[in-house]
T-cell receptor, first 109, second 116 residues
Framework: GQNIDQPTEMTATEGAIVQINCTYQ??????LFWYQQHAGEAPTFLSY??LDGLEEKGRFSSFLSRSKGYSYLLLKELQMKDSASYLC??????????WGAGTKLIIKP | GAVVSQHPSRVICKSGTSVKIECRSL??????MFWYRQFPKKSLMLMAT?????????EQGVEKDKFLINHASLTLSTLTVTSAHPEDSSFYIC????????????FGPGTRLTVL
């Protein structure tokens, strides 16, 4: 079957660094997306990895290991506005995103 | 990035009426669009895949006669919730695939449906 495993909730301090891990199993693989979702809003695109390695984009970086079915999202210099849910979503062979419940990130001052 | 719009953003309707939600890709053509539903504090649930010029593919458990999907052009897909009931109240989100080598998926802002 297809499934996603992410921590349900994480807490971090403003200005710190946090890493959100994701393991996945899919039927085929066409890359992995990370989305940020604030309560009551649609998800917004953060990153896309299709090859192994680290993709850096400002304060956010995303890593992928296809052989391990593993990805992480790294957030640096945390700001209060980063409090949101972070969704790891691999794309299967039919180009459909497989969604988990996401990780709720709480930032404390 | 690419822009996807949805209309309306919020709608309140009476039980038994039908509601149409539009999803548009504003600066790209989308052969494939997806419709999701999200309950509070839950993951997004894929309802159906909308392909331009052909019938939508519905996920198991989604009633195709209740949730009518029409993908009439490469930039527009519509979801019509027919004979709405209070349990249909939810957040409906569409997304569109850009195609090409990256084939990224961009989301619309969502539509909050409340059925009284």
């Amino acid at each position: 079957g297809q499934n996603i495993d992410q921590p349900t909730e994480m807490t971090a301090t403003e200005g710190a660094i946090v890493q959100i891990n994701c393991t996945y199993q899919t039927s085929g693989f066409n890359g992995l997306f990370w989305y940020q979702q604030h309560a009551g809003e649609a998800p917004t695109f953060l990153s896309y990895n299709v090859l192994d390695g680290l993709e850096e984009k400002g304060r956010f970086s995303s890593f992928l290991s296809r052989s391990k079915g593993y990805s992480y999202l790294l957030l640096k210099e945390l700001q209060m506005k980063d409090s949101a849910s972070y969704l790891c979503a691999p794309m299967d062979s039919n180009y459909q995103l497989i969604w988990g419940a996401g990780t709720k990130l709480i930032i404390k001052p | 990035g690419a822009v996807v719009s949805q209309h309306p953003s919020r709608v309140i309707c009476k039980s038994g009426t039908s509601v149409k939600i539009e999803c548009r890709s504003l600066d790209f053509q989308a052969t494939t669009m997806f419709w999701y539903r999200q309950f509070p504090k839950k993951s997004l649930m894929l309802m159906a895949t909308s392909n331009e010029g052909s019938k939508a593919t519905y996920e198991q458990g989604v009633e195709k006669d209740k949730f009518l999907i029409n993908h009439a052009s490469l930039t527009l897909s519509t979801l019509t919730v027919t004979s709405a009931h209070p349990e249909d109240s939810s957040f409906y989100i569409c997304s569109a695939l850009t195609g090409g080598s990256h084939n990224e998926q961009f989301f619309g802002p969502g539509t909050r449906l409340t059925v009284l």
